[in-house]
């Protein structure tokens, strides 16, 4: 099972970029990284994923190193709406979550 | 489309009564999930069906029972409810499986916060 590391809270100024790192040094090649969030207690709601190659949607980017050991996801503009904390899960590791990361983001 | 819902949102139960929480999904997947969260911690997976009439352990599965009687139902079961069951449920589905080995997208319901006293 492929372990995360995650910072376990960060702060963002609105408007700016948000860096979250996630450390997945024992993942596999054939391992995808996913990545959650969670607002306030409610139910995780899907950010990304990918498996090699950088991912980019509405809500996200990812960035995957070229050794598969770390990734970062980037919120490009961070909103008040964004304080949530975000798990990054790589492989399969029991389909379970770790603690995250908690991400507050000030006006 | 209601995705994903949990019933009921709230309960207090005390030691040894028993209860069953409800998910349904209205999106046709065939694959869900029962998940316990702990304060200040993540997830773990209870139990998962990958389609109508099977189920298998997770992380977590003692004290707990499941069903898949229909594809848009997940049943879970406490059949003596201890303190130590006192958490936040959350059920979560998904076209294919959910295995870190797939670009597979699992959605949560808003959760059931179960109390035992």
């Known amino acids: 099972d492929a372990k995360t590391t995650q910072p376990t809270s960060m702060d963002c100024a609105e408007g700016r970029a948000a860096n979250l790192p996630c450390n997945h040094s024992t993942i596999s090649g054939n391992e995808y990284v996913y990545w959650y969030r969670q607002i306030h207690s409610q139910g995780p709601q899907y950010i990304i994923h990918g498996l090699k190659n950088n991912e980019t949607n509405e809500m996200a980017s990812l960035i995957i190193t070229e050794d598969r050991k770390s990734s970062t996801l980037i919120l490009p503009h961070a909103t008040l709406r964004d304080t949530a904390v975000y798990y990054c899960?790589?492989?399969?590791?029991?389909?379970?979550f770790g603690a995250g990361t908690t991400v507050t983001v000030r006006a | 489309n209601a995705g994903v819902t949990q019933t009921p949102k709230f309960r207090v139960l005390k030691t040894g009564q028993s209860m069953t929480l409800l998910c349904a999904q209205d999106m046709n997947h065939e694959y869900m999930y029962w998940y316990r969260q702990d304060p200040g911690m993540g997830l773990r997976l209870i139990h998962y069906?990958?389609?109508?009439?099977?189920?298998a352990k997770g992380e977590v599965p003692d004290g707990y029972n499941v069903s898949r009687l229909k594809k848009q139902n997940f049943l879970l079961g406490l059949e003596s409810a201890a303190p130590s069951q006192t958490s936040v449920y959350f059920c979560?589905?998904?076209?294919?499986?959910?295995?870190?080995?797939?670009?597979?997208?699992?959605?949560f319901g808003p959760g059931t916060r179960l109390t035992v006293t």
């Open positions: 069906s990958v389609g109508e009439g099977t189920t």
């Open positions: 899960i790589a492989g399969y590791n029991k389909l379970s």
């Open positions: 979560a589905s998904t076209t294919i499986p959910f295995t870190g080995l797939t670009a597979s997208e699992q959605y």
